[in-house]
């Protein structure tokens, strides 16, 4: 799964880089440890690639409040288009989400030991996500989950699940700019695309905050 993340990025360079129209509701950065139920970068169509800010946790239409049921932060590859709350926006309403790296947790009796994993080459790593509003009472939220399948190589050592990572060749074909076939994408990066390192402990807490939270420590 994907829990947290960083990104650094600013707002004006994540338009340049996505050729996206930047709304007026996005979050500060940097933020070096983005949490679920807060407000994430997105880059979602509507007449053209947008980027606006989102609520990370995917609202299925029937929740009559938020937090009516389970926290959606991800969707699993191998169901999404199965599962009631996520088949319609796996058909029409796909994202990008962009960061630059995640974190994860491996676990020994004693606690719970954190990792970031970015992309190997330096580049910004971008997940793929899908939205959705969700609207009760007259009060409208833009949601998203991020997209997860099962993970291979290295990564499988530290979690069995890993974020759909897509190259900026994908990014039209997942946003269905490029026709159908989206569904080729999701699959685990390859061995060479993500590189990782422990992190500092503080991260445990979702109220850390700093640039510190993503350099690596000696182990």
């Not at 971008?126 to 291979?152: F, H, K, N, P, S």
């Not at 499988?156 to 994908?170: K, M, S």
Request: proline share 9%; charged share 25%; aromatic share 8%.
């Amino acid at each position: 799964m994907c829990g947290r993340f960083a990104v650094t990025l600013p707002p004006d360079a994540m338009a340049r880089l996505f050729e996206a129209v930047p709304g007026n509701d996005l979050p500060d950065v940097p933020n070096y440890n983005v949490c679920p139920t807060t407000q994430v970068h997105v880059v979602f169509g509507d007449e053209g690639r947008r980027l606006g800010g989102m609520r990370w946790g995917f609202i299925p239409h029937w929740y009559k409040a938020p937090n009516d049921g389970p926290l959606l932060i991800n969707a699993r590859a191998e169901t999404i288009a199965d599962k009631p709350a996520f088949r319609a926006a796996c058909r029409s309403r796909r994202c990008l989400i962009p960061s630059d790296g995640f974190y994860e947790w491996t676990r020994t009796k004693e606690e719970k030991l954190p990792w970031f994993i970015r992309r190997a080459d330096g580049e910004p790593l971008v997940m793929a996500g899908i939205w959705q509003d969700w609207e009760r009472d007259g009060e409208t939220l833009r949601t998203c989950a991020i997209v997860t399948t099962e993970a291979t190589g290295p990564m499988a050592e530290i979690h069995h699940r890993v974020p759909v990572i897509l190259d900026p060749a994908a990014w039209a074909l997942w946003l269905g700019e490029e026709g159908k076939g989206a569904a080729t994408l999701m699959q685990p990066p390859g061995d060479e695309v993500l590189a990782f390192h422990r992190v500092d402990k503080a991260v445990n807490s979702n109220r850390a905050s700093g640039p510190e939270l993503i350099e690596p420590i000696e182990v």
